[in-house]
Nanobody, 123 residues
């Protein structure tokens, strides 16, 4: 099992920045996993935001965040990050960290989820 814990959410004005973190714990080898971020707004399903393979060799982004968000990871710290710049009100959502044990592809199919962290962008 892998447990994921997100942090770093909050309230920010449009145009501002936030950095989300997700730290993993558990018995499995976190460093071998593909990791990613999804987000969800009320009444809608979770939507893919970004992902990164086990060795940071490949990343993917949704079109809506490409050029503004950057995903990275530090396997020594069992942590994945999402740097969010030039935030827009439509980025407001609960952001979830996800882990996929099939670590070689950035097309993430999550087996594990964090509890989520709220990001609110005011206009």
């Amino acid at each position: 099992q892998v447990q994921l814990a997100e942090s770093g959410g909050g309230l920010v004005q449009a145009g501002g920045s936030l950095r989300l973190s997700c730290t993993a714990s558990g018995r499995r080898t976190f460093s071998a996993y593909t990791l990613g971020w999804f987000r969800q707004t009320p009444g809608k399903g979770r939507v893919f935001v970004a992902s990164i393979t086990w060795n940071s060799g490949s990343t993917r982004y949704s079109d809506s965040v490409k050029g503004r968000f950057t995903i990275s990871r530090d396997n020594a710290k069992n942590t994945v990050y999402l740097q969010m710049n030039t935030l827009k009100p439509e980025d407001t959502a609960v952001y979830y960290c996800a882990a996929d044990p099939r670590g070689s592809s950035a097309y993430i199919v999550a087996d594990y989820w964090g509890q989520g962290t709220q990001v609110t962008v005011s206009s």
